[in-house]
């Protein structure tokens, strides 16, 4: 089944909000084995209305519609289906007596506008809405489906699950479509896409790279007669990746950064400090959202160029003399953490994210360094960006030096 999603309010092409509608319909799709080919935003207009309802009864097997179901002029989602299928609307005294019946219950009158959120056309059943006055429409006619849901998030998703996604389901049967994000740190997107190259072109699962804020994704989607069929071909095509990327993925799905090394952590007995120069406490914010957090994380200290007594003399005056975006800066600071919070680990960003140049170091350089059973491990890093992605990028960092060193060594503490 071909599925197209229309998100239907001028609000959405001003950018006067976000269209959560359409991904969050697109992910419960496929695991129904409906293929979503199509996403569009239209504004409150029923010429241009209908010709996206038109294109998208003329190409597609299913649309889902969300929005423009309001009680206002403006609304206009069932005028553009009737209009394209040549049907009137007609009020079902059923439809208007329960809505008259929720505005009584709240002890409001009904204005007679809300009327014609109780029409259908001939085409069309109701989708029942217990907690909006808008209910949605399921229309069937040519083997073509077209649903019609409410913009509120909250009801639409109420009308997915109770009313939508049940008879969908039972005209789908067994067919499944399931997807795997494997997460990379390390590489960027051109290299991780040459690694698994060989890889790309299968045709079921598909394998696809994309570029995120926490790292480089590789999603394998498999899609089979049954959940069972389906993971079994993404268990087989997540060998060969995991093959070729090795040590660069760091988690799957909704795993976070964090949350794997903070799980490492907590496998292994050991506890972690960290101390922030020039990054904002970014690396403890990381930090402190992770699941095992509390279990392993002992604290850290924030401070800038310009704020080092805390750190106490003999760490301000390596930073005075080696300035404070320096290797040598993020390892004393690294050994200053674990010892300053009696922790296993000491992990430190020494950075200078921009935009006026701190010390010697151009913006956007970044050093940190690990602290660990009498060693240090050290990296450095440039980046041509903002002040914020540059801190951001320093804190993911971070958390996979000490990643790959939980990894390589072992053991406890």
């Known amino acids: 089944m071909r599925a197209e999603i229309v998100s239907v309010g001028t ?37 241009r209305l209908v010709e996206v309802f038109r294109r ?9 519609a969300t929005g423009g179901l309001g009680p206002t002029e403006d609304d206009l989602t069932r005028e553009a289906i009737a209009a394209l299928l040549g049907e009137d609307m007609r009020v079902v005294p059923e439809l208007e007596a329960e809505l008259r019946g929720f505005f009584t219950r709240r002890g409001l009158p009904m204005p007679e506008r809300n009327v014609k959120q109780a029409t259908l056309v001939p085409s069309a059943r109701v989708l029942h809405n217990p907690i909006g006055t808008a209910p949605g429409w399921w229309v069937e006619r040519e083997g073509r489906v077209i649903v019609a849901m409410p913009g509120v998030p909250h009801e639409m998703r109420r009308m997915w ?87 660069h993925i760091y988690g799957v799905d909704d795993e976070t950064i964090a949350d794997v090394v903070c799980g490492l952590l907590r496998e292994r007995g050991l506890t972690l400090a960290t101390i922030e120069l020039g990054s904002g406490g970014m690396l403890a914010n990381v930090l402190g959202e992770a699941t095992d957090a509390a279990a392993v994380y002992r604290g850290g200290l924030v401070v800038g160029p310009h ?32 010892e300053r919070f009696h922790a296993d680990a000491g992990l430190a960003i020494a950075a200078a994210p921009g935009p006026a140049p701190a010390g010697e170091a151009p913006p956007g350089t970044v050093h940190i360094a690990l602290a660990w059973r009498g060693e240090q491990r050290a990296a450095a890093q440039q980046h041509r960006t903002t002040p914020t992605e540059v801190k951001r990028r320093a804190a993911m960092a971070a958390l996979n030096l000490l990643r790959r060193a939980l990894l390589e060594t072992g053991g406890r503490a």
């Open 11 to 47: 609000e959405l092409l001003l950018g006067q909000i976000v269209d959560t509608n359409a991904a969050w319909l697109a992910e419960r799709l496929a695991p129904l084995g409906i293929d979503v080919y199509w996403i569009s935003q239209v504004g409150d207009n029923l010429g």
């Open 56 to 64: 998208a009864w003329e190409r597609s097997d299913l649309t889902i």
């Open 161 to 247: 699950q109770e009313e939508v996604m049940p008879h969908l389901r039972q005209r789908m049967g067994s067919a499944a479509i399931v997807s795997r994000t494997l997460k990379v740190l390390g590489p960027g997107e051109s290299a991780v896409e040459e690694m698994v190259r060989h890889l790309i072109a299968s045709a079921n699962p598909t394998l696809a790279t994309y570029a995120k804020p926490d790292g480089v994704y590789v999603r394998v989607t498999a899609k089979a007669a049954s959940d069972g069929d389906a993971w079994e071909r993404i268990a087989e095509m997540e060998a060969h990746v995991r093959a070729a990327l090795g040590h």
């Open 307 to 338: 704020d080092t007594g805390a750190l106490g003399s003999a760490a301000a005056a390596v930073l005075a003399e080696r300035g404070p975006a320096s290797p040598e800066a993020a390892g004393t600071l690294a050994s200053t953490a674990g």
